[in-house]
């Protein structure tokens, strides 16, 4: 069987759209297919108690020049979105329908690429519809499924799953159990999936077990 690499991303994520320009090519060189798997990275935040980098000024400017660089450096279009940070509800929902997978692909293809270089307004059902429209997507029964319960739930179900298997941001890459974060991971993803892991011949065990017994030793601070 294939190997299949789970994309794990937010709209809100300028990282996820730099990803995906370069996952789909990178996994089909090694024989491997990619699944979108849209989560909201607002639930990790929540989980781990964090703050996102538009919270924090200094990061955002780093990230945002940061960002800039790499698109350019890929010759992808790029522009600040519409709004940022922006309610991505609207958009994960409605790829998270039950679809056929290489429509979900296409979906995540179109969006990302217009909400991060068209600042197309991801809140905006109607800009969202039009969008997907032009790229010969029918949008209405998947605008109007966004309000039901269910995909609802398949949303928040996405995101408990990807902190369960240990992913804390977006994007995040899954495969044979194993996590890669950020579009900056992707080297390490493909040699994992080219058969050149560097951990494939270190004892990974023994040296998680030391980081434990250090853990337990630190000073950690006090969140009470």
């Known amino acids: 069987m294939m190997r299949e690499v789970e994309f794990l991303f937010d709209y809100i994520s300028p990282n996820s759209y730099l990803a995906w320009a370069c996952l789909p090519d990178l996994a089909e060189r090694h024989g491997a297919t990619v ?129 369960a298997a240990g992913a804390f941001g977006v994007p995040s890459m899954l495969v044979d159990g194993q996590l890669f974060w950020g579009y900056d991971d992707l080297p390490q993803l493909e040699r994992l999936l080219a058969g050149t892991d560097p951990l494939a011949t270190t004892d990974v065990a023994t040296f998680m077990t030391a980081w434990e017994e250090a853990r337990r030793r630190g000073h950690h601070r006090d969140r009470g």
Not at 74 to 88: E, G, T, V, Y
């Open 35 to 163: 699944r979108p798997v849209p989560v909201l990275f607002a639930g990790f935040l929540k989980t781990y108690g964090q703050l996102g980098p538009a919270e924090v000024p200094p990061k955002m400017a780093w990230m945002n020049r940061d960002t800039l660089r790499k698109a350019q450096l890929l010759k992808l279009p790029f522009a600040p979105p519409f709004r940022h940070p922006f309610n991505p509800l609207l958009v994960l929902r409605l790829t998270a329908q039950d679809m056929d997978e290489p429509l979900r692909a296409r979906i995540t293809s179109v969006l990302l690429r217009a909400i991060w270089s068209e600042r197309l307004d991801a809140e905006d059902d109607s800009a969202v519809g039009s969008c997907l429209r032009a790229a010969g997507i029918d949008a209405e029964p998947l605008l109007a499924a966004t309000e039901d319960a269910a995909v609802k739930a398949r949303v928040r179900a996405n995101t408990e799953r990807a902190i």
